[in-house]
């Protein structure tokens, strides 16, 4: 019993070695801008760049926009697979691994050619329409980890029997979905949010090739001319990554953990 703890210990440490060490010397590096000497420097220099401040302020309010997208697309498909198509859940599984199949290289390649500015729909004919089509992007790149969130959330609660009793009140269906169902899947909904805006903060590929301010292109930007403040911008990135999986976490303990009825 004894040696299964040891070598159980033995693997976690070497397990958060592997990832705590490259975090240190990172950060470590980070602080050397001035010579001989240790500061933050680095990271007042990323927080007083207005290129920082914008393109982290356009991929918030991107990520916001896929995150209400998704969630306007996934919750009611969800509830419609549940109650009515059961036998269409395999197919809809299926359709939401696409994204992690199909490199994000790809897909941004066919936005190009199906919506430049000589197609029936130019969205890359304004500034407004490639942010539409960005967002699309990125709610189609989160769209595996929402749409598994939210179908969890709906395994733990009755769906049939709270629509029944909505419809017995006269509920209409939009009004069941968002009075109804959406208040008791909030937390795996919140769930899929967090990692749709952990997805969109980091992307790079995509908004890159679209032209846009977005805060993956700056990190790219920042990489390839700057020496301190990459490192700096790393461990930024990894705070705000890590900070939504805690969210995630968090509120995974305030989730149902059982289901009134089976599949």
């Given amino acids: 019993m004894k040696t299964n703890r040891f070598w159980a210990w033995l693997v976690f440490a070497l397990g ?4 705590i060490i490259p975090l240190v010397a990172t950060f470590e590096f980070s602080t050397r801008m001035r010579r001989d000497y240790r ?9 007083s760049d207005p290129n920082f401040r914008a393109t982290f302020t356009y991929s ?4 916001l926009l896929a995150i209400i997208v998704g969630i306007l697309v996934v919750v009611p498909a969800v509830y419609f697979v549940r109650l009515r198509l059961p036998w269409l859940r395999p197919f809809v599984e299926f359709l939401t691994l696409m994204p992690l199949i199909i490199p994000a290289i790809i897909l ?5 050619r199906l919506y430049n500015s000589s197609s029936v ?3 890359t004919g304004s500034a407004l329409g490639t942010d539409i089509l960005l967002t699309c992007a990125y709610v189609t790149l989160a769209l595996p980890y929402m749409y598994r969130a939210v179908d969890t959330g709906m395994r733990t609660i009755d769906v049939q029997t709270l629509t029944e009793a909505a419809q017995i009140a006269g509920a209409s269906t939009p009004q069941i979905i968002g009075r109804i169902i959406l208040p008791n899947i909030l937390v795996a909904v919140l769930s899929g949010a967090f990692l ?6 980091g992307e790079f590929t995509i908004a890159s090739l679209l ?4 805060f993956g292109p700056y990190l790219q930007n920042i990489g390839a001319n700057r020496a301190y403040e990459p490192a700096a911008l790393a461990i930024i990135s990894f705070i705000i990554t890590w900070g939504a999986m805690g969210m995630i976490n ?3 303990r305030f989730a149902p953990r059982t289901s009134a009825r089976t599949d």
């Fill in 16 to 19: 958060a070695a592997y990832f």
């Fill in 39 to 47: 500061s933050l420097d680095a990271y007042a220099s990323v927080f």
């Fill in 60 to 63: 918030v309010v991107i990520g």
């Fill in 108 to 112: 941004v390649y066919g936005y190009i």
């Fill in 121 to 123: 729909i130019p969205f």
């Fill in 196 to 201: 749709t805006f952990a997805i969109v903060i």
């Fill in 211 to 214: 032209n846009r301010p977005a």
């Fill in 250 to 252: 968090v509120l995974g």
